[in-house]
């Protein structure tokens, strides 16, 4: 027996060669499957939009059942699930906005977009007050200190040819 190739969408295995595989994939089936597969993960907003401009199924909702599927050109969703898609929509758009609603804390992003719309002030390194470096009061007595253990000063940072003495 050679080697098989499994299509999760479908559930289904055949023999892996080229041209089985490509008849699989660009079959309706296959497609339709892989269709299904992902509208499950489709965003609320998306879904209402589109089942809102969708006309009934009658035979769905008179039988519960429709030969065509989720291929179906007629909506399949009932009007309390109408109801309930636009309630997770707005509740979804009102935590975008506001707070999010699991912990009570603001949303990041409003927070960023906000501080990057609203940042007016002008910070320049003349209001940075720079920490003051105490050199431990044994290390007074050594001359020879390594530049290292010097204390940082503004004065120290720019003068860069020191650094040629760390070695």
């Given at each position: 027996?050679?080697?098989?190739?499994?299509c999760?969408?479908?559930?289904?295995?055949?023999?892996?060669?080229?041209?089985?595989?490509?008849?699989?994939?660009?079959?309706?089936?296959?497609?339709?499957?892989?269709?299904?597969?992902y509208?499950?993960?489709?965003?609320?907003?998306?879904?209402?939009?589109e089942?809102?401009?969708?006309?009934?199924?009658?035979?769905?909702l008179?039988?519960?059942?429709?030969?065509f599927?989720?291929?179906?050109?007629?909506?399949?969703?009932?009007?309390?699930?109408?109801?309930?898609?636009?309630?997770?929509?707005?509740?979804?758009?009102?935590?975008?906005l506001?707070?999010?609603?699991?912990?009570?804390?603001?949303?990041?992003?409003?927070?960023?977009?906000e501080?990057?719309?609203?940042?007016?002030?002008?910070?320049?390194?003349?209001?940075?007050?720079?920490?003051?470096?105490?050199?431990?009061?044994?290390?007074?007595?050594?001359?020879?200190?390594?530049p290292?253990?010097?204390?940082?000063?503004?004065?120290?940072?720019?003068?860069?040819?020191?650094?040629?003495?760390?070695?």
């Amino acid at each position: 027996m050679g080697r098989r190739y499994y299509c999760e969408y479908c559930d289904r295995s055949f023999k892996d060669d080229p041209e089985a595989r490509k008849k699989h994939l660009s079959s309706l089936q296959h497609a339709k499957n892989r269709a299904d597969h992902y509208n499950m993960f489709k965003d609320p907003e998306i879904i209402l939009r589109e089942e809102s401009t969708k006309i009934p199924c009658k035979w769905y909702l008179t039988n519960g059942e429709c030969a065509f599927g989720l291929g179906c050109r007629y909506s399949h969703y009932t009007p309390p699930m109408i109801w309930e898609l636009q309630h997770l929509v707005a509740m979804k758009n009102q935590s975008k906005l506001n707070i999010n609603l699991e912990n009570g804390w603001p949303n990041p992003d409003d927070i960023i977009k906000e501080y990057f719309e609203n940042n007016t002030s002008t910070s320049t390194t003349d209001d940075f007050t720079y920490p003051n470096w105490h050199r431990p009061s044994e290390l007074h007595n050594y001359s020879m200190l390594s530049p290292s253990l010097w204390p940082i000063t503004p004065e120290s940072l720019a003068n860069t040819t020191r650094f040629e003495e760390w070695g």
